[in-house]
């Protein structure tokens, strides 16, 4: 794990970011156990208000129009307290999603790394592979992930995932956090 950019001094919310197939939901679901945190899932949360998936979102209104969305959410989700906030794969190819994550107060985004092989296979292992629509975009997938890197990179800190298991990440994380904010506790 490498600290990239120093830390607020005090941590009421973290953010994970990462590929599809990073473990990022599963993760934010153990880390808000530990922290007893509210955790969101963005991309449910969008499909439950827009009361569609997000499979019929990309094939009816196209990518842009999921990326409005998205962004729009992050920017509201992003204001609650105590929460682990898992977001879309996608969501910091968006500007104002990115400067809504970094720069939000409090709040340490972490970015779960791994090898887009080791992603991608984790995806196909899981229920409802075959609607994701980016992972369907085999051609782009490459493209996509390394022109997201420098994005993800940014985050405050990141984690090697490949070798963790998902209830490691999560211990690796609050240690880390605990130990960054030294004798302060998360607030
Ligand atoms: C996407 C990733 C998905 C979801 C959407 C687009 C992407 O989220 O937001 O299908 O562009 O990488 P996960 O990363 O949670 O799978």
């Avoid at 679901?29 to 530990?34: D, T």
């Avoid at 209104?61 to 996608?90: K, N, P, S, T, Y």
């Avoid at 972490?110 to 995806?123: D, G, H, K, Q, T």
Wanted: glycine share 6%.
């Amino acid at each position: 794990m490498q600290t990239k950019i120093q830390l607020p001094a005090c941590i009421s919310r973290i953010v994970l970011v990462g590929f599809m197939g990073a473990g990022k939901s599963t993760v934010g679901a153990l880390l808000s156990r530990q922290l007893q945190w509210g955790f969101l899932d963005a991309d449910q949360v969008l499909e439950g208000n827009a009361g569609t998936s997000i499979a019929e979102i990309f094939a009816q209104q196209g990518e842009a129009a999921f990326r409005r969305m998205e962004a729009a959410l992050i920017g509201d989700l992003i204001r609650q307290q105590h929460l682990v906030l898992a977001v879309g794969g996608g969501a910091i190819e968006t500007e104002a999603a990115r400067n809504a994550l970094l720069l939000a107060p409090e709040t340490c985004v972490v970015f779960l790394e791994a090898p887009l092989e080791v992603m991608i296979s984790r995806c196909e292992q899981q229920s409802g592979a075959s609607v994701r629509p980016v992972l369907q975009d085999r051609e782009r997938l490459r493209h996509r992930f390394e022109s997201r890197l420098p994005h993800y990179r940014n985050a405050h800190l990141v984690v090697e995932t490949a070798s963790l298991t998902p209830e490691q990440t999560s211990q690796h994380i609050v240690s880390i956090i605990s130990a960054l904010l030294k004798e302060k506790t998360l607030a």
